[in-house]
T-cell receptor, first 115, second 113 residues
């Protein structure tokens, strides 16, 4: 158990809809990362937050947005969903935002299926 | 632009033998490298890491080797066990870009008993 909690585990929705994925980081971790894993591909970095502030951005679509709340949990919002958004979405956390060699610890992911 | 590449989609090894998983990278500015293991229906689990100032790091049955001149790293598992069967991801970081990791596509390791 990594200590990172993601909900829900599975999500099935229709094209055009909007969903929210939730992540609670490990106790003491200030940084949260979101990754997308599409079929047979590696994990693609979407966005990072550190202590409530956006720290780094990857290839995140404009239809997607995220935030980190004062209690350090994070939410990833996906809107105007398309079939190609079907993927596993992982959240990870680490103690620091940068400057240290600390590994990321991953949750078990949310599997999103867009029909 | 795939900066971290794992060119072997899968690897099959006999129990007790050595498993060698390979990873190549293109960005010479990467300064920290990690290996993750992933079982089905679970998230990636951190396995072992190495800083760019080292060429080897060992943790029990797992050893990571880094060859900076070749931009290549490898993970050795000795001896391999059936429980090691999983997907292994190589990942790399460039410190000035924060702590985010760039991942390879993964290698499926199957250890046969």
């Amino acid at each position: 158990d990594s200590g990172v909690t993601q909900t829900p585990k599975h999500l099935i929705t229709a094209t055009g809809q909007r969903v929210t994925l939730r992540c609670s980081p490990r106790s003491g971790d200030l940084s949260v990362y979101w990754y997308q894993q599409s079929l047979d591909q590696g994990l693609q970095f979407l966005i990072q937050y550190y202590n409530g502030e956006e720290r780094a951005k990857g290839n995140i679509l404009e239809r997607f947005s995220a935030q980190q709340f004062p209690d350090l949990h994070s939410e990833l919002n996906l809107s105007s969903l398309e079939l190609g958004d079907s993927a596993l979405y992982f959240c990870a956390s680490s103690v620091a935002g940068q400057g240290t060699n600390s590994p990321l610890h991953f949750g078990n992911g949310t599997r999103l299926t867009v029909t | 632009d795939q900066q971290v590449k794992q060119n072997s989609p899968s690897l099959s090894v006999q129990e007790g033998r050595i498993s060698i998983l390979n990873c190549d990278y293109t960005n010479s500015m990467f300064d920290y490298f990690l290996w993750y293991k992933k079982y089905p229906a679970e998230g990636p689990t951190f396995l072992i890491s190495i800083s760019s100032i080292k060429d080897k790091n060992e943790d029990g049955r797992f050893t990571v080797f880094l060859n900076k001149s070749a931009k290549h790293l490898s993970l050795h598992i000795v001896p391999s066990q059936p429980g090691d069967s999983a997907v292994y991801f190589c990942a790399a970081r460039r410190m000035e870009y924060g702590n985010k990791l760039v991942f390879g596509a993964g290698t499926i390791l199957r250890v046969k008993s």
